[in-house]
């Protein structure tokens, strides 16, 4: 057994996080070049030390996660969002259940707020946003990010809903009231169920075949009917009908 397979195994069995689901070479080159900063040169090392150092757990657990973001990244799918799916949706519950899966360091589910918030009122608005990693999902609670982050943001959004503080800006606390951030792992937890809308984009692609038919799967259950799933601009689920899925729009897939 390579001393990578055991370490799969041995992380597994502390963490509940199954490495195998992932891209391998992808995974085995960010954590190899994790322990060799630490100085360790091998796997076997590597988790001895995690096992026995609680902050190096936790940043073995903020590396295994890749976070790029910004809001309304791609915005002509947001833009999709707000003139299209959102009035359906509203047509039918003015309350919409939502969840932005993989959410990172909160400029989604952010974006999902003000993007809803030109249909109903803030205080009508509640979107749950989880992340496995737990720093990133600190950061979200926060809410400052760099000016570089709003750079597809409509000036009149940023001028609403976001405090300019020097090169920073600091989203509004009536935003962040609509937001509630939990840790989920997408390849272990249990999902809720009943949601309109599902937001999960630009995570899959680090996901194994296996993996993504598991969190699709769950998603479609996770769905009410005529919910939506909201992927990324490079996961196009191609044979949507398998999970129970259909095609409303590009990147948009409406539980049938």
């Known amino acids: 057994m390579s001393d990578y397979v055991a370490f799969i195994e041995n992380i597994k069995k502390k963490t509940g996080i199954d490495l195998s689901l992932y891209k391998e070479a992808q995974m085995k080159r960010r954590l190899i070049s994790l322990y060799e900063k630490r100085g360790f040169r091998n796997f076997t090392d590597y988790f001895n030390a995690i096992h026995k150092n609680t902050e190096m757990l936790q940043e073995f657990l903020d590396r295994m996660t ?18 299209n799916i959102f009035p359906k949706l509203l047509a039918n519950n003015r309350k919409p259940k939502i969840w932005s899966a993989a959410c990172s360091t909160g400029e989604e ?28 999902l600190a950061r979200a609670k926060v809410g400052l990010y760099p ?17 300019n503080e020097s090169q920073f800006y600091q989203v509004k606390d009536e935003v962040k009231r609509a937001v509630t951030f939990k840790q989920h792992n997408l390849l272990d937890n249990h999902y809720d169920s009943g949601f309109d809308l ?26 009410k009917k005529g919910g ?25 897939y409406r539980k049938i």
């Open 109 to 136: 589910p952010y974006s999902i707020t003000m993007v809803l918030s030109s249909h109903i009122p803030l205080a009508d608005i509640s979107v749950l946003a989880t992340d496995l990693d737990l720093g990133v």
């Open 228 to 252: 939506i799933l909201f992927v990324g601009s490079t996961e196009q689920i191609f044979n949507p009908s398998k999970y129970g899925l259909e095609s409303v729009e590009t990147f948009f």
């Open 198 to 223: 599902i937001v999960c984009r630009n995570v899959m692609i680090y996901f194994t075949e296996e993996a993504k038919e598991q969190i699709y799967t769950n998603f479609s259950k996770a769905l």
């Open 147 to 163: 000016e570089r982050a709003l750079k597809e943001v409509p000036p009149a959004i940023v001028k609403k809903y976001f405090n």
């Open 66 to 83: 890749i976070n790029v973001s910004e809001f309304y990244r791609n915005a002509q799918r947001w833009a999709v969002l707000e003139k």
